[in-house]
């Protein structure tokens, strides 16, 4: 798994959780957390969490299955013709 491939999955889907981006790349959520962090630096990808009704004192759910990660739609190009 290399950072282009994050960029194509996401590319493809839209969005994603950082559990279906792992399982997807058979890699520790972690790792894969790690190289999504480079594309939010680079202003590509947005992170929202799926729990924020809850409040910060909610544990109940596993952050791999509430970190949505979202592809900005800045380097999708469509042809028209």
Not at 14 to 31: C, N, R, T, W
Not at 58 to 64: G, S
């Amino acid at each position: 798994m290399i950072l282009s491939d994050i960029k194509n999955y996401l590319q493809q889907r839209g969005q994603a959780s950082l559990g279906d981006i792992a399982l997807h790349f058979k890699s520790d959520p972690e790792a894969v957390r790690g190289m999504l962090d480079v594309w939010i630096r680079k202003g590509k990808v947005i992170k929202q969490s799926s729990t924020a009704s809850c409040g910060s004192s909610c544990q109940q759910c596993d952050p791999a299955t509430t970190e949505i990660y979202i592809w900005t739609r800045k380097d999708i190009h469509v042809n028209l013709f």
